[in-house]
């Protein structure tokens, strides 16, 4: 009995690392085959990738636009009732940029992201396993990482990116006209007290963690899409997963490199 235990946690273990060591050389393949994405043609993988920052990108614009409009409103609503009663009423400006620039705008924008287009894309790799579309590419011999995986992998991290920065502009610019209905503040004064806090480390940040969610997204999106093996009905399975999978990731690196940032 104890042997079939031991057994069975071997093969659980040495599945697991087999896992993760596949899972290193797929980042690995899609990491060396992007920079060769940019040394020669890309023809229709430059479509697919304009194409995958469209679908990613403006589709999501107006999801967006509302999740920071009222993020942004809520803590400057909460930041002008509150702190100037402890005589703190200028922390509002570093609160908001600590909020929405460093940490809610970049992964808010990635787990929308991850919803819509990490299904998305894990579901469309998926169908072309299933219809037999992979092996038809490496017939022709098209590559399927450089083909379908990298133009994905660049329009995810562009698109994240682009968002996250629109994030930003409605969450800290757009939030201001909607606050101003509710607790009139000076214009010019809401402003300069708000670049005279964000620093270049805080945009750096910003963008390093929306352009790292990005990829994320979608190594998980493709990766996940590979594992359908024959039957449609793993598909549903495999974006679920993604999805999952997505939100885990994207949290961790966002712990890493919020870490990193205050190191």
Same mark, same amino acid.
């Given at each position: ?40 043609? %890309?023809?229709?993988?430059? %479509? ?53 620039? %460093? ?12 919803? %819509? ?147």
């Amino acid at each position: 009995m104890s042997g079939d235990i031991l057994s069975s946690l071997g093969n659980r273990a040495i599945a697991r690392t087999h896992d993760i060591l596949y899972g290193i050389g797929y980042v690995a393949t899609v990491i060396k085959e992007t920079v060769l994405f940019f040394r020669k043609r %890309r023809g229709e993988a430059g %479509r697919v990738l304009v194409l995958q920052i469209l679908f990613t990108g403006v589709e999501a614009l107006n999801v967006i636009a509302l999740l920071a409009l009222g993020i942004g409103a809520l803590i400057i609503i909460q930041g002008v009732s509150l702190l100037p009663q402890f005589g703190q009423g200028d922390l509002v400006y570093p609160i908001l940029i600590a909020v929405i620039t %460093r940490e809610l705008g970049p992964i808010l924008t990635a787990f929308i992201v991850t919803a %819509r287009s990490g299904t998305a894309i894990a579901t469309e790799i998926g169908t072309m396993v299933v219809s037999h579309e992979i092996e038809a590419y490496m017939a022709f011999g098209i590559d399927p990482i450089s083909y379908l995986v990298v133009p994905r992998f660049l329009g995810a991290i562009v698109a994240v990116t682009l968002l996250n920065v629109y994030f930003n502009i409605f969450g800290l610019l757009g939030s201001f006209f909607v606050t101003s209905l509710i607790h009139p503040i000076q214009f010019a004064e809401y402003f300069h007290n708000l670049l005279l806090r964000l620093k270049p480390v805080d945009i750096l940040s910003s963008l390093v963690k929306s352009a790292t969610f990005g990829a994320v997204i979608a190594l998980v999106g493709t990766y996940s899409g590979f594992q359908v093996e024959r039957a449609s009905t793993e598909i549903p399975q495999v974006a679920i997963k993604a999805v999952g999978k997505g939100f885990v990731y994207c949290i961790v690196a966002d712990a890493l490199l919020t870490l990193v940032y205050y190191l």
